[in-house]
Every structure is written in C-alpha cells, then in structure tokens.
C-alpha cells in the first residue's frame, strides 16, 4: 500500500522559517510530478507550488519570494521551505503525488496533511 508521509509542520512565530518534508512509502516504479496544497480554516485548498521529475517548479504568485518547493529524487522526496512565514499561511498543508503503481498506471496519492500555525 502507497502512502504519502509528510512532517515539519507545527507553531512558529511569524517571520520564522519551516520546512515541510513528503515521501512516499511502499511499492512504487515511478514518481511524476510532487506537488504541495493547502487549506485555511474555512476556506478552500489551494494549490502552493509543484515540482516535476526534472527539477522544474511552478509556484503560485502568493508565496512566491517567501516560499521554495524542491525535491531530491535520490530519496524520492519533496519539500517546501518556507521562510518569513505570515499569520494567513496558517492552514493544513498537502502534499500530492503522482506516482507510476507496479500495476504501471499512474494514480494520483495525497498525503494526511500537517498543521502549520504562524503566530503573530
């Protein structure tokens, strides 16, 4: 069975910096493109950023200048720095997966989600 785990979330102090870490784990041949999402209370998720197998990234405006997606496909990992963080960061983070099954189709994994609050 395929997970996403992520971690790195938790409380930090406006204009303090966070890492947020995903992999999957289980079976797999294959990773496509890792991508980052999150949710404030009462509002919908929204996409953050995306990374695709050959480095490239994407990143909405919002974050842009304060927040970096990347990944090490060596560890099949993706991560989202985030420095300067404001209070309106504050939401669930996800972490998305596009990821090739021994069944070789492509399935589309999110991860449980992790907490970030910035305090002001």
């Known amino acids: 069975q395929v997970q996403l785990v992520e971690s790195g979330g938790g409380l930090v102090q406006a204009g303090g910096s966070l890492t947020l870490s995903c992999a999957p784990s289980g079976s797999f041949l294959s990773i496509g493109a890792m991508s980052w999402y999150r949710q404030a209370p009462g509002k919908e998720r929204e996409w953050v950023g995306r990374?695709?197998?050959?480095?490239?990234?994407n990143l909405t405006d919002s974050v842009k200048g304060r927040i970096t997606i990347s990944r090490d496909n060596s560890k099949n990992a993706v991560y989202l720095q985030m420095n300067g963080l404001k209070p309106e960061d504050t939401a669930v983070y996800y972490c998305?997966?596009?990821?090739?099954?021994?069944?070789?189709?492509?399935?589309?994994?999110w991860g449980q989600g992790t907490q970030i609050t910035v305090s002001s």
């Open positions: 990374t695709h197998p050959d480095g490239s990234t």
């Open positions: 998305r997966a596009d990821l090739l099954r021994l069944s070789r189709r492509w399935s589309d994994y």
